[in-house]
């Protein structure tokens, strides 16, 4: 194997489609004309670890020892860069034992760095579940790098919450759509010049059709950041 690059684990399940959403965005972004320029990469899909917003908000099931399953049994896998395509489990992040030798990429940082490349001076419009509204954990790194955001009204927040469980559900594409733009329309009448697709499931809403906004996706960028962390060359 060259040692120049480093193997990727991914802690997966939260939830499969934002894994398998993830892994495609790896793919589409890495410079390889073969099989071979490919990263390897070790995936733990593990659609059993508690729900994070049910955790923060109402006192669910605490998730970390199944997060630290995940991180141990990827540790086993000779991993040397490890990341989480969910925002929300973000908010357990600081009690987790990332092995040391481990590269862990935060999500919301790196996705906080491109907006403040992308749209300085702009205001962002935060998309997330209730559990990441409620925790801060996005407003919380937005406000230490000094970028402007609004958030949904309390309302549609919960609504959005709803929409984030209905992909999980795989519900109708097209209601999930007609809600989703409600909401953001809303948001943008107040002052959000883009949108931070804050919860890897909103993702999929946006590529489902022709959404109207400029947005950041984090899951991109997290995707990026772990091609090139891994020593890869990145489209």
Known sequence: ?????????????????????????????????????????????????????SAILSGGECPIEALMESVRKLDGCGVECMIMPCNTAHYFLPKLDI?????????????????LDRHLGKTA??????GTAKSGIISGVFEKMGINYIKPLDEDQQILGQLILDVK??????????????????????????????????????QSYSFPHDYVDPTVELAKAAIRTCGYSCL
């Open 1 to 53: 194997m060259n040692n120049t690059k480093k193997v990727l684990g991914i802690i997966g399940g939260m939830g499969p489609q934002a894994t398998v959403d993830l892994l495609q965005k790896i793919l589409n972004y890495t410079d390889a004309k073969s099989d071979q320029e490919n990263m390897r990469i070790f995936v733990d899909n593990h659609p059993q670890i508690p729900d994070r917003t």
């Open 99 to 115: 092995p040391p030798h481990i590269v862990f990429l935060n999500m919301i940082e790196i996705a906080a760095k491109v907006c």
């Open 125 to 130: 419009g935060i998309l997330s579940t209730v």
């Open 169 to 206: 559900a795989k519900a109708d594409m097209k209601e999930i759509i007609r809600k989703f733009n409600i909401i953001t329309d809303e948001m943008s009448a107040r002052g959000a010049d883009y949108f931070v697709l804050g919860c890897t499931e909103i993702p999929i809403i946006v």
